[in-house]
């Protein structure tokens, strides 16, 4: 069974740096798109770019471009969403899935991860 | 890239009919046949149920059905189902700059 298993949730204060991650297992790692989708409290759903483990090819939503890092690393199966600076404007929830091909539909989902920025 | 249009809400008696559209331009959901819907329950991750205009993953009832006209993808539920109340979302590739976009969402209601 494909699945994706992301990281618990996290409360921070703005400034600060975050990593999360997006574990998959039941399948070959490197073979298919990883994909991030935020949604902010109460909000809709936003992609905000998609990562190929295989080569590291990421591209980001223009709207996310400047302010996230997509990065995975093959060897533990496992894909990471990056912030330097966190803003309390990022307090949302943030899921990974899979997208089996460029262009693709998202599935399966990770549980989702929240993220709190508040001073 | 604006977002895809869907209704806010729609609604429908348990058996009935309902179905959701999802308005896009030439450069999204009019330009590719790459439109999916998602199903998302309260506090849930959301849930493939269409992907590629039409097609069902393996488990989704087929009382879930998708199509597409020009520029509107829609989502139809038929035979509308308790378990259905549900937040909806249409997805549409949009190239090779934006890649995707995601509709606002429809909220179902099952009265």
């Known amino acids: 069974e494909v699945q994706l298993v992301q990281s618990g949730a996290e409360v921070k204060k703005p400034g600060e740096s975050l990593k999360i991650s997006c574990k998959g297992s039941?399948?070959?790692?490197?073979?298919?798109?990883i994909g991030w989708v935020r949604q902010m409290p109460g909000k809709g759903l936003e992609w905000m770019g998609i990562?190929?483990?295989?080569?590291?090819?990421?591209k980001y939503s223009p709207s996310f471009e400047d302010q996230v890092t997509i990065s995975a690393d093959s060897s533990i199966s496992t894909a990471y969403l990056q912030w330097y600076s966190l803003q309390a404007s990022d307090t949302a929830i943030y899921y990974c899935?899979?997208?089996?091909?460029?262009?693709?539909?998202?599935?399966?989902w990770g549980q989702g991860t929240l993220v709190t920025v508040s001073s | 890239q604006s977002a895809l249009t869907q209704p806010r809400s729609v609604s429908g008696s348990p058996g009935q009919s309902v179905t959701i559209s999802c308005s896009g331009t030439?450069?999204?959901?009019?330009?590719?046949?790459?439109v999916s819907w998602y199903q998302q329950h309260p506090g849930k991750a959301p849930k493939l149920m269409i992907y590629?205009?039409?097609k069902r993953p393996s488990g989704v009832p087929d009382r879930f059905s998708g199509s597409k006209s020009g520029n509107t993808a829609s989502l139809t539920i038929s035979g509308l189902q308790a378990e259905d109340e549900a937040d909806y979302y249409c997805?549409?590739?949009?190239?090779?700059?934006?890649?995707?976009?995601f509709g606002t969402g429809t909220k179902v209601t099952v009265l």
């Open positions: 997805c549409s590739y949009a190239g090779s700059y934006t890649f995707y976009v």
């Open positions: 039941g399948y070959i790692f490197t073979n298919y798109w």
């Open positions: 030439s450069s999204d959901a009019g330009g590719y046949n790459y």
């Open positions: 990562i190929y483990p295989g080569d590291s090819d990421t």
């Open positions: 590629d205009v039409t």
């Open positions: 899935a899979t997208v089996p091909a460029r262009g693709g539909w998202f599935d399966p």
